[in-house]
């Protein structure tokens, strides 16, 4: 028998764990780092869900395929493989990603540079979204902010684009006639959320940079890490000697 746990309101594990659990399948355990490690700290409830019910279905499938299924000579290889890429990967994670610094600086200077870029193609608004367990720690939220005062819950702070939440927070951003900046409780799944509007923006308006700072420091990561890479691999080739005799018959 296999024993099955998904847990996807905001209260995932009774008061006192510092890591959550998300899930369980028999003994195999997903935790809230788990989730943050592969989506980060700013992703939208609707990506927890999906990922937290795809790494479920991939333990139900592996628990039965360990039942029935046994490696054969040709497959094992492919095993050191994953082990060789998986080693490779966080040494580049550990020693080339986690070193690149992307000062504000430098955030500056490629949104001027690329200002076209951060043009908006359809409705967007830069928000404050507040994820709830309950209707009652909604409110709560929605109370404070009303006051001023800081709500008990942190919010993600994103730049959302119209049709890419779900819909009931979608409709009360981009379809309802809300002249407040605060929307909801919006009921949703096991949750509810509260909407705090800190900038809209129409079709062909200009994201502000600080609205646009995330996605930025996405891009120079991107390309500093591609560099970094380039320049770590000519260096291993001249420490390591390596010779690649292009004329051999293969």
């Known amino acids: 028998m296999v024993t099955l746990l998904i847990i996807v309101s905001g209260c995932v594990l009774p008061f006192g764990d510092s890591d959550p659990v998300v899930a369980r399948v028999r003994f195999k355990k997903l935790r809230v780092s788990d989730v943050k490690e592969v989506l980060g700290s700013d992703y939208l409830p609707q990506q927890r869900e999906q990922f937290v019910e795809d790494w479920v279905n991939r333990q139900l499938w592996l628990i039965e395929s360990k039942r029935l299924v046994r490696l054969d000579r040709e497959e094992k290889p492919q095993i050191r493989d994953y082990r060789s890429n998986l080693i490779i990967r966080k040494y580049q994670k550990q020693y080339l990603l986690n070193n690149i610094m992307i000062t504000e600086n430098d955030v500056l200077q490629y949104y001027e540079g690329h200002r076209s870029e951060f043009i908006a193609e359809t409705d967007a608004a830069f928000i404050e979204l507040y994820v709830c367990p309950s209707n009652v720690a909604a409110k709560e939220v929605l109370s404070s902010l009303r006051s001023s005062e800081t709500p008990p819950l942190s919010p993600v702070i994103k730049l959302v684009k119209k049709n890419t939440c779900v819909e009931p927070i979608d409709k009360a951003l981009f379809v309802e006639k809300n002249k407040s ?16 509007i800190i900038e809209k923006y129409k079709p062909g308006s200009v994201f502000q940079v600080e609205h646009v700072r995330n996605d930025i420091i996405q891009r120079l990561k991107i390309t500093q890490y591609s560099n970094a890479l380039q320049k770590k691999q000519k260096e291993l080739k001249d420490r390591l000697n390596v010779k690649i005799n292009k004329n051999a018959d293969l």
């Open 181 to 196: 900046n605060l929307l909801g409780p919006i009921s949703y799944g096991n949750d509810y959320y509260i909407v705090f």
